[in-house]
């Protein structure tokens, strides 16, 4: 069974995901109760009809138990800045879930989506199996690094292999320009300072054209934390970049931020430690210590 806490625009595009796949039974929580049940019977409607899959809403977290994999979607507030605008609502509200889930569901795989991530997911890798306790959102932000680089160079996404973005999941996350392809060749030596830093800035700020337009990330964000929970609930390991507790990797301990991991139905089960420059690792320091000074932040308002 797949939980979903928090049922607004990215809890629900998740749900839908699941359930029109038939990727197993889905549970919505949320807060306002009725909005969970209310999606859950839409939900209901787009299930295959060879599927014995349900779908079911409810406020009341003790029906977790048994889930395989939880997913946290929900949120309070949005951010206008930077993602730990919303830090201090969310913090309070990331410790009351995680107790409950330590509590009804404690070997369940948890992914965490909401912001700020990196910071999420440190503090509820205090509740639970740490190694079960991931963050998503570099996958997302891998995405839009190769959609920037396939307009750079007037291609299709498919040309453009190995994008990836490491470090905090907001303005100063690292795009891997030295381990990104067009065609088999490396990008760095396509690419002037110029362009690497225009894209640099485009992938970093991507969000802000979504705020000017939309709103926010739903359907990336979505299909991002759907291929995980799918990994996990069919067991077939996942390469993917995702926010997790370091122990040393990359020179990095006691924070959790954007790597590259295996994942599988055991949680992660490889971090995977790849060549980067010297300039991408100062850069990867400079992320790490911004997501170190907003965990001690956030742990202050938990003491
Ligand atoms: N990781 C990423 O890359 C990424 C990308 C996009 C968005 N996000 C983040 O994802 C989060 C959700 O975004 P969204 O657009 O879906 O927000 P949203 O539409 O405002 O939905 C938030 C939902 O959370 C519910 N909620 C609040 N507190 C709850 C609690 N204690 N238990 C259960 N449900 C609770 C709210 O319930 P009510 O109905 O009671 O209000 C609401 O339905 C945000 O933090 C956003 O920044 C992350």
């Known amino acids: 069974m797949i939980s979903i806490i928090g049922t607004g625009r990215v809890g629900s595009a998740i749900a839908f995901l699941c359930t029109s796949s038939g990727l197993d039974d889905v549970l919505l929580v949320n807060r306002t109760e009725k909005k969970a049940i209310g999606e859950a019977l839409d939900l209901a409607n787009t299930i295959p009809s060879n599927s014995s899959i349900s779908v079911m809403g409810t406020g009341n977290y003790s029906k977790i138990a048994n889930s ?34 330590a509590k009804f569901a404690p070997e369940s795989k948890i992914l965490i989506v909401t912001n700020p991530v990196d910071v999420l997911t440190f ?15 570099s996958s997302l932000d891998s995405s839009r690094f190769r959609f920037l680089l396939a307009h750079q160079f007037g291609t299709d996404q498919s040309h453009i292999t190995d994008a990836l973005v490491m470090g905090e999941h907001d303005d100063s996350m690292v795009p891997i320009f030295s381990h990104a392809k067009f065609g088999g060749t490396n990008v760095t030596e396509l690419l002037d300072q110029n362009q690497i830093d225009t894209i640099t800035s485009k992938v970093r700020f991507y969000w802000k054209d979504l705020r000017s337009t939309k709103g926010s990330s739903v359907y990336g ?10 990994a996990i609930i069919n067991n077939k390991s996942l390469e993917t970049p995702a926010s997790v507790l370091l122990k040393g990797e990359y020179g990095f301990e006691n924070l959790c931020m954007g790597v590259p991991i295996t994942v599988n139905k055991h949680g992660i089960v490889k971090i995977h430690q790849i060549p980067i420059t010297q300039n991408e690792k100062d850069q990867l320091c400079k992320s790490a210590n911004i997501i170190k000074n907003n965990i001690t932040q956030a742990e202050k308002l938990l003491s």
């Open 123 to 137: 503090l509820a890798s205090k509740y639970v199996i740490q190694k079960n306790t991931i963050g998503v959102a």
């Open 68 to 101: 395989d994999v939880i997913i946290i979607a929900a949120s309070i507030g949005e951010h206008s800045a930077a993602r730990t605008d919303m830090m201090s609502e969310n913090t309070l509200m990331i410790k009351k879930i995680m107790q409950d889930i």
């Open 221 to 230: 964000i979505a299909k991002n934390t759907f291929d995980i929970a799918k």
